[in-house]
């Protein structure tokens, strides 16, 4: 659940400039067959099995234009839902709910679909130690909302952004000469309570980052037989991530393998929508 001070401090600004992106001037449509303000409700209307995320944002979408609206809901976030479900009941000025309703299913719509899949990529690792992680690959202006329906649907956000952690890919490396400078110049300019994390391609780069004092060790596109060896030299010196080709089917493996984390850009770049509806607008006054 997004709280409503982080919504009102981190969020509001997302959903105001996306309903801005959807009206410009005035909803032409809504404006011509609803002259005046009149009161109304909605059906939310499930039509495919899934993880319903997104509620939250969906009700405040249309608070943002009739703050006296409100939504009555039959399930929560995580919740698992029906085709054919009635999630919950949108009331409200019939304008704002005609105004408000793509950009409210929009966010809901994407949300559930991440929670969805990731949900199913989670399942993948039951009775593994692995932890299964998403990334920075989002969609643009959609990150809040993308990296709460991962958690929603039992996977761990990876770093919120590139405030939030050293990571030192491949470009990193390559800017600074070698894994070892990387890392050296990474610990003098880091707070000492930031952990450093370093993407390997190889088995020599792995050793340079475990001599030079790596926290985390990515392990970047590596088969599963050279990961394998690549965890049993670093032996629990430093925390391991698998990243790169991570598929569903190939979950099981690599955590057979025995890493510490997996992350799949995937959750967040290539989820389908969930399809869910509103639906049977009437007006109640």
């Known amino acids: 659940m997004i709280n409503g001070v982080t919504m009102k401090i981190n969020v509001d600004d997302y959903i105001i400039n996306t309903l801005k992106e959807d009206i410009t001037s005035e909803d032409v449509s809504t404006n011509a067959v609803m002259p005046e303000n009149k009161q109304g409700k909605a059906d939310l209307i499930c039509k495919q099995d899934g993880i319903i995320c ?48 793509r950009t409210a299913l929009n966010y809901l719509q994407r949300m559930s679909g991440i929670a969805t899949m990731t949900r199913e990529y989670v399942s993948e690792l039951e009775g593994y130690k692995t932890v299964l992680l998403d990334t920075r690959k989002t969609t643009p202006n959609m990150r809040p909302f993308e990296k709460h329906a991962v958690t929603v649907g039992g996977a761990t ?24 400078k990387a890392i050296e110049m990474a610990k003098a300019y880091a707070p000492f309570v930031r952990k450093i994390e370093i993407e390997t391609e190889t088995l020599e780069q792995v050793q340079e980052a ?34 790169g080709n991570v598929t569903k089917a190939r979950l099981r493996e690599i955590a057979e393998i025995g890493v510490d984390f997996v992350s799949c850009g995937a959750l967040t770049h290539s989820a389908p929508i969930m399809d869910v509806s509103l639906k049977n607008l009437t007006p109640t006054e």
């Not at 990876?158 to 939030?164: F, G, K, P, Q």
């Open 54 to 101: 997104g509620l939250d944002v969906f009700e405040r979408t249309f608070k943002i234009l009739d703050d006296k609206s409100r939504f009555e809901a039959n399930f929560k976030d995580g919740d698992e839902v029906k085709k054919g479900d009635v999630i919950g009941v949108i009331y409200g000025d019939i304008k704002a709910i005609l105004s408000g309703e």
């Open 157 to 180: 956000n990876h770093r919120y952004n590139l405030s939030d952690g050293v990571l030192l890919k491949d470009n990193h490396i390559g800017a600074a000469g070698s894994v070892t």
């Open 210 to 243: 475990l001599d030079a004092g790596a926290d985390i060790i990515m392990l970047d596109n590596m088969d599963n037989a050279t990961m394998k060896k690549a965890v049993e030299m670093i032996d629990g010196r430093a925390q391991t991530e698998c990243s």
